[in-house]
């Protein structure tokens, strides 16, 4: 466990309030709730979890960087994406989750460069703090631009062109298993000590043991501490990638996150699981600590939310990491473009290039997803013409 800051008293006041709403769930449950809805009720808890709350989430004065906070030429490598997208079905781009809404803005300078601006840039956020964030970044934006973006409360029943989910299916709710002795236990949350939660584990049932008995999990291996193997399934993510898949009528959904197809995502390797949490750029394993202050996420089985989206009737487009993605995608062309390579501008955009991109940096932990419907597949999009790993999903 690293050492980590101590939050203010504010801070703690609300965690403290959302410690309190968890407990009284817990109790009214019988004295247990699964652990996937600990992680809702931690993350989105109205106006108390992470998500729903009013601390700063995104950037270095947040908990966590991600790729479009780090340099725009992840947004400028992904709109050369979007754009052959639009053209093959609809100009209109759907963001889940924006963020601090700096992703949207670079994308539509870079398309509106490439002469390629949808007719609507739709923002589907749950947090009211993130979109009132996303407003203010937008707000920047040349009016022609800014013009286009929309809020949106609910997913549109039917749309067409481009959805683009940065680091979401992380951050969906999911239930965890631990295999021992032949048996599926799922793991959740008691209270067995006043003002402590701990983990409590119940026989897997329903769906999350149909779900655990599909996996190829390892068998017979020695665990530390005899709590067998430990691992995630997350129906939620496979649910939200079926329900687009439903309401996509021509084009894509592109999905950008941390995570392994399911024969190296189950490896004994991994017998502790992948969750993982964040708190002001430190990472740690503890989702107990300062409930609401922490991101909780897990990494996601790519290989299931293929399936998902193939069972909701849409072509597998591509999958390969995100460095492959985004060199496919001219992220070196617009790199060239930053300046004279002797230049501050140049040599800061480098760095964050490499860190986009290198093996040992987010290049390969983080993977892209196509999904879609009415794209042409004769040809494969751009970011997936050299390096596609489809096969290994």
């Not at 052959?84 to 079905?89: A, F, I, L």
Request: charged share 20%.
């Amino acid at each position: 466990m690293p050492k980590l800051p101590a939050p203010d008293a504010d801070a703690l006041a609300q965690s403290c309030k959302l410690v309190s709403l968890i407990k009284h769930e817990i109790a009214a449950a019988g004295g247990w709730i699964p652990f996937r809805r600990y992680m809702e009720l931690a993350l989105y808890a109205p106006g108390l979890g992470y998500y729903s709350g009013g601390a700063q989430k995104f950037g270095r004065g947040g908990d966590f960087i991600t790729a479009p906070e780090l340099t725009p030429l992840f947004g400028q490598a992904l709109a050369a994406q979007v754009a052959e997208v639009m053209r093959m079905s609809h100009p209109t781009v759907i963001e889940a989750g924006a963020g601090s809404g700096v992703l949207a803005a670079d994308l539509l300078r870079e398309l509106d460069r490439l002469d390629c601006l949808p007719e609507s840039y739709g923002i589907l956020e749950l947090s009211a703090q993130s979109r009132v964030r996303q407003q203010q970044t937008l707000a920047a934006l040349d009016p022609r631009l800014a013009s286009r973006v929309v809020w949106l409360d609910v997913p549109p029943e039917t749309f067409s062109g481009v959805l683009v989910g940065n680091e979401v299916l992380d951050a969906i709710p999911m239930h965890v298993i631990a295999v021992r002795g032949g048996e599926v236990f799922e793991r959740g949350v008691a209270c067995p000590v006043p003002g402590a939660f701990a983990w409590e584990e119940r026989p897997a049932r329903g769906r999350v043991l149909e779900a655990a008995q599909e996996l190829p999990l390892p068998v017979g291996i020695a665990v530390e501490g005899g709590i067998g193997f430990v691992t995630e399934v997350n129906l939620a993510a496979a649910a939200w990638v079926a329900d687009w898949g439903a309401r996509l009528r021509c084009g894509a959904l592109l999905l950008f996150d941390y995570g392994y197809p399911c024969g190296e995502f189950y490896l004994p390797i991994r017998s502790r699981g992948t969750l993982m949490c964040h708190y002001r750029h430190h990472a740690h394993e503890d989702p107990f600590l300062w409930p609401g202050l922490n991101d909780i996420t897990g990494s996601v089985d790519f290989t299931a939310m293929a399936e998902a989206g193939f069972d909701a009737g849409l072509d597998v487009l591509g999958h390969t990491n995100q460095g492959q993605f985004l060199l496919n995608c001219g992220l070196l062309e617009r790199l060239a473009g930053c300046g004279p390579s002797d230049s501050a501008a140049y040599t800061r955009a480098s760095v964050a290039a490499q860190k986009l991109t290198l093996p040992h940096e987010m290049g390969e932990l983080f993977k892209v997803l196509a999904l879609g419907r009415g794209v042409a597949t004769d040809v494969p999009l751009m970011g997936f013409v050299r390096g596609d790993r489809t096969h290994m999903l």
